[in-house]
């Protein structure tokens, strides 16, 4: 059963006539269309991309089984598009992402299906649902992710030195995945130094890497839409006797994290057995210490205390224990992991023991 058939099977559970979907990544992963500003209207009389005429003909190549609606046909009206459609297709019952439509986009399709007969109803996860656990193509575009990650980290390691700015290791970490093939950055890198590193999401500034700092890298690779995430920490110039001691304790808790990472495994379990390797610095551990990661950065299943889900074949996930001491520092050792039918396989593979710089 194709994505399409999936999707026509959940609407006729849930009573809908059609799906209007308008999540980025949703789009792009039930259609292959692979840029913004687009959005599609799944149903079983056809299915239909609607964008504008800055990118119908990538939608017309990228798509090529989705009719394509050009909105600015409709008087420039995204709303008046999928009235459109809705009026074409006959949906009288019309699902909706209500935690990714707008409320003045909710506003004005309202208005104007009510007075066609159409009711909007919001549903939630649908798509979501489908992405949970990866087929070999994602697994595959991961995995390409990972590796363009790894050589780009190798290829930083010898300019991290004492009178560099972090603004400009980042610079170098970034040219190295392009050229090494990725089609984008996976997020914002994070590349800190200093005090700094105990700022979960520090961004990199003007500081210059000083003997004595750690230096915490958390970037990642995008290849075909997928996303790698991978977190190093690395210490220049001898470490002292707490910066060892810390690096070893996460070190330990990220090993500790991954061996209690499978198919079955509900998404507590590695944050109880990692708090009890770091209880001596718990107050300064984050319990948010694993995401899904794929078309999105952060993705179901959340690891931690307050996760809900049970690990699946197929479910990539990042185990990323850390130690974060206000005005002190911190130390984050972050690996992208695809659940298996025989446990958990990491798929970023650049070394973990401290390196001292």
Known sequence: MNKVEKILSILKEQNLDGFYITKKSNVNY?????????????????QYVITDSRFTELAEISCPDYEIINWHFCDRSLPKAVAQVCEKAGIKRLGFEECF???????????????????????RN?????????????????????????????????????????????????????????????????LISGAKTSLLHGKPGDKLVEKGDFVLVDFGAMYNGYISDITRTFVVGEPTEKQREIYELVRKGQETGLMNMGPGVHATKPDAEIRKIVSKYEE??????????????????????????????????????????????????????????????????????????
């Open 30 to 46: 039930t259609t292959g269309y692979p840029d913004e500003l687009a959005y599609a209207v799944i149903c079983p009389q056809g």
């Open 101 to 123: 439509t707008t409320y003045d986009k909710y506003a004005e399709l309202e208005q104007l299906l009510s007075s066609c007969g159409t009711t909007l109803v919001p549903t």
């Open 126 to 190: 649908i798509i979501e649902e489908l992405r949970y656990a990866k087929s070999e193509e994602e697994v595959a575009n991961t995995r390409i992710a990972c590796e363009i990650a790894d050589k780009a980290l190798e290829e930083l390691v010898p300019y991290i030195r004492p009178g560099v700015s972090e603004r400009e290791l980042c610079a170098r970490l970034e040219f190295s995945m392009k050229m090494h093939g990725a089609h984008d950055l996976g997020f914002e890198t994070i």
């Open 284 to 357: 300064y551990y984050y319990s948010g210490m694993g995401h899904g990661v794929g078309l999105d950065l952060h993705e179901e299943p959340f690891l931690g205390i307050n996760g809900t889900r049970t690990m699946l074949p197929g479910c990539v996930i990042t185990m990323e224990p850390g130690i974060y001491i206000p005005g002190w520092g911190g130390v984050r050792i972050e690996d992208t992991v695809l659940i298996t039918e025989n446990g958990a396989e990491p798929l970023t593979h650049f070394p973990k023991d401290l390196m001292i710089l």
